[in-house]
Structure formats: C-alpha cells, structure tokens
C-alpha cells in the first residue's frame, strides 16, 4: 500500500548547525503534508505544513520543502538546540486522516 | 486550558477486562481521531469521526468500539483487553480534512 517513510531512523547533530530530516512519500495525490515533533511522554506537536501547491514554506527556525517530482519532503531546522531533541515526523493529509511515516529520532550533541 | 485533554494518562489493566479512555477537545473542532503508537514508535490512525459520524475505522477489532456524544468528545472502549493492545493511544482532532491536528497528552496502555 501506499505510505509514508523516512530515509534515517536517527539524526545526532551538534548544537549550534543545521538539522535535515528526510522524508519519502508514495502517494502522489497527496496534497498536504506535515511536520511533527514528537518530545518525550509528549503528544506530537505541529511545527509546521505545505501544500503542495508549494515547494517551500518557512516558520521559524524551520523550512519545509517539497519535490513533487521525485515525492521527497524535508525538514530544516537552523541552529538546532537542546530542545529540539525530539522525533520527528512527516504526515500526509488523506482526507479525514493523517498517515505518518515511521519518526526520526534528533539528539542534540552540546 | 488544554486543548485535547484525554484521560486517563495510564491504565495498567489484566487481560480480558474492558476499559474506556476519554477525550475531550475546547478548540471548536469538527472533526476527532484515535490514534495508536507502538513500541517503535509509528502511529497509526484508528478512528475518525466528523460532526459525531464515524468516517475512518481503519481495520480496527471490533473490540475497540469509539462513541462521540457530541462534537467535543471522543471516547474510546475496549473490550476484552489482549496483551497487544499494549501501547499509547491518543486522541487528536482539526477542524474539517485540511487543517493541521492537534494531539493530546496520550494514555499509555498496557495489559498484563
């Protein structure tokens, strides 16, 4: 079936440089995508969205990015700090529900 | 003030025993889910519903019966409890199809 994944089950990156979550998706209808973050004994959290009527979106400290192309969604976040040690996931938006791909796990090294 | 408040936030049960977890939401939201996620951490959608009508049961047992009162609540009873219903479910909800969701707290499950 169709679903929703991600390249690397974790990231370790050092506080201070610049964090890229990958993610792959295989249902190319999908028209809105999402990022989570998930912290510990915590529900997911959004950070933020794109439509795919874009190819770039950005929040603070963060920029989604979509290729339509080759169905690939990613993550960045500048100047990653302690407390964006989380995991991480995409979602699709398939009318009434969100598929999410298996999180990415980011440690933040001091 | 919570937005998706879901109680409770663990339940140890023995298996075979039934067990409801609730779900509140104060966003004015239309639209609520259940969702469940394993020991590894993938989540997965359970149920969803809309203005109080079900419209996703994704392959759920039967044993998992979710009741909408009113657009606010979403509650979740399971029925004869297996120790594979071990995990954290939570409750989430948006308004309409588009919108982003916005998940409780959890409620870790686990069956003995």
């Known amino acids: 079936g169709e679903s929703v994944g991600l390249h690397l089950p974790t990231l370790s990156v050092q506080e201070g440089d610049n964090s890229i979550i990958n993610c792959a998706y295989s249902?190319?209808?999908?028209?809105?995508f999402i990022w989570y973050k998930q912290e510990s004994g915590k529900g997911p959290q959004f950070i933020i969205d794109?439509?795919?009527?874009?190819d770039k979106r950005q929040g603070q400290r963060v920029t989604v990015l979509l290729n339509k192309t080759v169905k690939h969604l990613s993550l960045q976040i500048a100047a990653t700090q302690p407390g964006d040690s989380a995991v991480y996931f995409c979602?699709?938006?398939?009318?009434?529900?969100?598929?999410f791909g298996a999180g990415t796990t980011v440690t933040v090294r001091a | 003030d919570t937005a998706v408040s879901q109680t409770p936030k663990y339940l140890v049960t023995q298996m075979g025993n039934d067990k409801s977890i609730k779900c509140e939401q104060n966003?004015?939201?239309?639209?609520m889910y259940w969702y469940k996620q394993d020991s590894k951490k993938f989540l997965k959608i359970m149920f969803s519903?809309?203005?109080?009508?079900?419209?996703i049961n994704e392959t759920v047992p039967n044993r998992f019966s979710p009741k909408s009162p009113d657009k606010a609540h979403l509650n979740l009873h399971i029925n004869s409890l297996e120790l594979g219903d071990s995990a954290v479910y939570f409750c989430?909800?948006?308004?309409?199809?588009?919108?982003?969701?916005?998940f409780g707290q959890g409620t870790r499950l686990t069956v003995v």
């Open positions: 989430a909800s948006s308004q309409g199809t588009t919108g982003e969701a916005f």
């Open positions: 249902n190319s209808a999908s028209d809105y």
């Open positions: 979602a699709e938006n398939d009318d009434y529900k969100l598929s």
């Open positions: 794109i439509r795919s009527n874009m």
């Open positions: 519903y809309n203005n109080k009508e079900l419209i």
């Open positions: 966003l004015g939201h239309d639209t």
